[in-house]
């Protein structure tokens, strides 16, 4: 019988997300709501599970932990990549990976505009004062006539971008191979990114972790934001150099941030960003919701019948999750 450890299950909902049972005579599941940050501690609470399910980086797979899991034979990662997941050392060790899908629908682009609309219309603060006993203690903002600048005009940045339109702003995109004519595709108009920075009224990111990504967003860039601007980012947190933008939140230097990803997380009790007055901040909501866990699960279900049947386990992407893992097809 396998084992199946499902990681960082902060609501303690996995297990009502998918039917588990289509499991039980072959395997025992156990899920974790709590994040361990030591390496050490995962590798002893792992040791004996065959099977590990992990949440798009949430807890790290490096070579140092994979190599100190004896039993462990198919690792399956929420989405079709994970930038915490060393899949080129889990091949070498002979553990299958595999991926799944995250569900219906740019919801992170979703998301976004929920932290724009909370911080210009101050939702979190009246929603506190109205319960308090109080009534009307801000002045919000509209949209229409600002300027959304966007930072990557992928599927979730183009999702963004069309709202602005239907807000009646005016968009701005940007990205390291974002040509004039894609950008005119979705209504946008190509800026470079000091342009979009220094005209914005909101910077949104959208762009992939990477190392020509990381600290994208320092403080170079973020003293050419208007006082008035506000960043947003449901991408990752290490694309803004997050000391700069403490140091500017801090000064006030732009009007606020809406951050739903962060350098480490879960974010720590005594981190800033809990306690400023100009900052919206979520527990990295952008894909969770009850669509994409029912996709996460059901598919890590399906994952591990295909690979108790003996064939190649399904993967989304394999040119990510590739080798000799990949999908035959």
């Known amino acids: 019988m396998l084992r199946i450890a499902i990681l960082d299950d902060y609501q303690q909902i996995a297990l009502k997300m998918a039917d588990w049972g289509a499991l039980a005579a072959e395997a025992k599941v156990d899920a974790f709501p709590d994040h361990l940050f030591d390496e050490a ?163 949104s990111l959208h762009y992939v972790l990477s190392e020509r990504s990381q600290g994208m967003i320092g403080a170079r860039e973020l003293a050419l934001m208007k006082p008035s601007a506000y960043l947003i980012n449901t991408s990752r947190g290490p694309i803004v150099d997050e000391a700069a933008l403490i140091d500017t939140l801090q000064r006030r230097s732009i009007a606020g941030a809406g951050l739903d990803v962060f350098d480490v997380e879960p974010l720590p009790a005594d981190h800033p960003f809990r306690r400023f007055e100009n900052t919206v ?11 994409a866990y029912r996709a996460i699960y059901g598919q890590s279900i399906e994952n591990t019948q295909t690979f108790l049947a003996g064939d190649p386990v399904r993967v989304l992407n394999p040119k990510v999750l590739g080798g000799p893992n990949r999908m035959k097809g």
Not at 97 to 122: D, F, K, Q
Not at 124 to 146: C, F, H, M
Not at 281 to 291: A, K, S
């Open 281 to 291: 901040v979520t527990p990295h909501l952008g894909y969770v919701t009850e669509d």
């Open 41 to 203: 501690a995962v590798a002893a609470r792992l040791s004996d599970y065959d099977v590990v399910i992990g949440m798009r980086e949430r807890t790290p797979m490096p070579r140092s932990l994979l190599e100190r899991l004896p039993n462990l034979k198919l690792l399956i990662t929420a989405g079709a990549r994970n930038a915490v997941f060393d899949l080129e050392a889990a091949t070498e060790l002979g553990i299958v990976c595999s991926g799944t899908s995250m569900g219906l629908g740019p919801v992170a682009a979703e998301l976004t505009w929920g932290l724009i609309l909370a911080l210009i219309r101050h939702i979190p603060q009246e929603d506190a004062s109205v319960r308090a006993g109080t009534w009307q203690n801000t002045v919000g903002e509209g949209l229409t006539d600002k300027t959304l600048g966007v930072i990557g005009l992928g599927r979730l940045g183009t999702a963004v971008a069309k709202v602005g339109l239907a807000f009646d702003m005016k968009v701005l995109a940007w990205s390291q191979n974002l040509t004039t004519e894609r950008a005119a595709e979705v209504g946008a108009t190509y800026a470079t990114k000091d342009e979009l920075l220094a005209s914005s009224d909101f910077v």
